[in-house]
């Protein structure tokens, strides 16, 4: 009986294994990095990793853009974050490369150091750290990785990087490939030495090279991305492969077609090694990514849009159409602009990858239960969308407000303290007008005359090279709720623009994170029009409790090496309401202090007051009047 028993207890175990969920962990640079539908047409590989698994496995794409071997190892944000998810049995892909090229091949720490020495210290800060060497500082960072995958009962897989665009004729050139053999800098002893050369045996500076070295070994899987992605560039050519699989801004970050197709391409490599082979779906059907789609929570009255990839590949018939249906509550549209109940897209050769959008209006509270259905002759495939929407009500209005037009003081409004604004990396140049031609958007009122926070990059030289955002380098505000309260906020809000010039980027996230692992991202914009405020507003059903910090930063970055070049904050509003932390309700909060306080100060109340809700309540009626009116008078004159 005990034997029975036993072997009962270990089938059961074994049956237990096999249907527990893998999760593939994703870590990487921006070129792997999940982005949002709302601020860029940009999209990574790792983003569109998960349509081409069962439904066993789930993908936890953590790549960060910006990160390079370095980085995300160091920075306690990522990796440290990352590890804390991976359980044994999982895997993780591990690609870096693109942002370990910085300093032209020599290593970030050891050149900054350097310049230190010889007391050139506008130089030194001028040094971007995430650099590595391909044989060297590189190769120890993946080795990092691997080692303590592996003590964590993982498997680790190194990926090669994808390829850049680089053509020269019909071929990627060697750096994009991620070898920078014709062209690397040297740290000697007698100081740094540019324009180095080496034969295209000499693999020396070829991260892809140094990393199948680390896989062999390690004892670890190498998925060759790099050449697979450079046969894929090449087999479109220079001008069909910018047309379809980039993101128009580059030759580093793809479109959703492209992150498709490269996803596709690791999926079938990974088949190929024999790892996770039975879960690998690479059928030639239609397939809909996402599967299912949760809108999340939002509130009544708001309209919320998600984005579907569609794919097929050696369909039968070679061409035909695809009909997408949504249900009474939705709408669909095969631009993102027109909607409809229902629409149809082509396809032909076979092969069909594509986007489409579907169109959600919170209109009543409660849950939301729709559905999608994508019909292709006799294939059907039923996509169900769930949301919930809330209504916000009760509580006290909270907000803190920074004006930014002489002075970073913030006047704050209801029982809500703020940490006020703090730079890292970047500095306050002056408050003035961008430039006496400066836009806003028409609703608001403002004129050129209007001041904002001009802010400059500390040493006020804005390096080459960069792509991406720079994660050490932000400006923040941050709020936390007054002492027994929690902060319902529903918006956050900013003008941003680039002055000096165009070419100045951004993006904006928050996150409740105390060490930003996992921030939202809204709003994303590469080589801003100068001189052109661009109205950002987001509407988050957040809530904020006793203990916690909201914050928002912004990271710029500009698209070559520059001076001069600024970025202008104004009007930056985070709102919501306040509500008691234990009974959830406002009845005790009649009384709570609101202040008026700098960044110089600490986050204590000033002083004892009522709210002017009234006033407050007046005034965002009033904005939201006024853009009521400049829409009106829009669409008036389009008729």
């Not at 370095?70 to 049995?89: D, T």
């Not at 703090?422 to 006496?436: E, I």
Request: proline letters at 3%; charged letters at 20%.
């Amino acid at each position: 009986m005990n034997l029975f028993k036993s072997t009962l207890l270990a089938a059961g175990m074994l049956v237990s294994t096999s249907m527990m969920a893998i999760k593939v962990h994703t870590i990487g640079d921006s070129t792997m990095a999940t982005y949002s539908e709302s601020t860029t047409v940009t999209r990574g590989w790792g983003q569109m990793f998960q349509q081409f698994f069962t439904d066993a496995v789930t993908v936890n794409n953590r790549a960060k853009s910006g990160a390079s071997s370095k980085s995300f190892y160091e920075e306690a944000a990522y990796w440290e974050s990352v590890k804390k998810q991976i359980q044994p049995g999982d895997y993780v892909l591990i690609q870096f490369a693109h942002n370990d090229e910085k300093n032209d091949g020599m290593d970030g720490d050891e050149v900054k150091a350097y310049y230190e020495s010889i007391g050139d210290q506008a130089k030194a800060d001028a040094t971007d750290y995430r650099g590595t060497t391909a044989s060297g500082t590189y190769k120890e960072y993946l080795r990092k990785y691997v080692e303590e995958t592996r003590a964590l009962g993982a498997t680790p897989v190194l990926v090669g990087a994808i390829c850049r665009k680089f053509f020269t004729g019909s071929t990627i050139r060697r750096n994009g490939r991620h070898d920078l053999g014709d062209d690397f800098s040297l740290l000697t002893a007698s100081g740094i030495k540019e324009g180095n050369k080496v034969g295209e045996d000499d693999h020396t500076y070829d991260y892809p090279y140094q990393m199948r070295l680390v896989a062999d070994e390690m004892g670890v899987s190498y998925i060759d991305l790099t050449t697979a992605t450079k046969e894929l560039y090449e087999s479109y050519g220079d001008a069909k492969a910018n047309e379809l699989l980039f993101d128009g801004d580059g030759s580093t970050h793809t479109s959703a077609m492209g992150a498709t197709l490269i996803a596709r391409l690791c999926a079938q490599l990974l088949q190929k090694q024999g790892i996770l082979t039975e879960y690998i779906n690479l059928t030639s059907d239609l397939s809909v990514n996402p599967s299912k789609a949760d809108l999340g929570e939002a509130y009544k009255g708001q309209t919320v849009v998600k984005e579907f990839q569609i794919s097929g590949f050696d369909l039968q018939p070679a061409e035909g159409n695809v009909t997408i249906t949504a249900s009474k509550g939705l709408q669909v549209s095969a631009d993102g602009e027109s909607y409809s109940g229902s629409i149809s897209m082509s396809y032909k050769e076979g092969n069909m990858i594509g986007t489409f959008y579907a169109r959600c209006e919170f209109a009543e509270e409660g849950p939301i239960n729709e559905e999608i259905t994508v019909t292709s002759g006799d294939k059907t495939i039923t996509i169900p969308v769930t949301g919930t929407s809330i209504v916000l009500e009760g509580g006290v209005p909270v907000q803190a407000y920074w004006r930014l037009e002489k002075d970073d003081e913030c006047e704050v409004t209801g029982p809500m303290n703020t940490l006020g604004q703090s730079y890292s990396g970047m500095t306050l140049q002056k408050y003035s007008a961008p430039n006496t031609n400066t836009t806003w958007p028409e609703w608001t009122g403002f004129d050129a005359s209007r001041k904002t926070q001009r802010n400059v990059i500390e040493g006020e030289s804005w390096p080459a090279g960069e792509i991406d955002e720079v994660s050490t380098r932000y400006i923040e505000f941050a709020v936390q709720p007054a002492k027994g309260t929690t902060l319902k906020v529903d918006s956050m809000s900013m003008f941003v623009c680039g002055c000096g010039g165009n070419g100045m980027c951004c993006k904006i996230y928050y996150s409740k994170e105390e060490n930003f692992a996992n921030p939202v991202n809204i709003f994303e914009m590469k080589s801003m029009p100068a001189n052109n405020m661009q109205y950002v507003c987001s509407m988050p059903v957040l809530s904020v409790n006793e203990g916690e910090t909201l914050r928002i930063r912004v990271y710029p970055w500009y698209n070559n090496a520059a001076t001069g070049k600024t970025i202008c904050l104004s009007d930056v509003t985070i709102h919501g309401i306040a509500v008691d932390s234990t009974t959830g309700i406002s009845s005790e909060l009649t009384q709570l202090p609101c202040a008026r306080f700098t960044t110089a100060q600490t986050a204590q109340c000033a002083r004892t007051c009522v709210p002017d809700l009234t006033s407050l309540r007046r005034n965002m009626l009033t904005e939201r009047l006024k853009q009521l009116k400049f829409y009106i008078k829009t669409i008036s004159k389009q008729l």
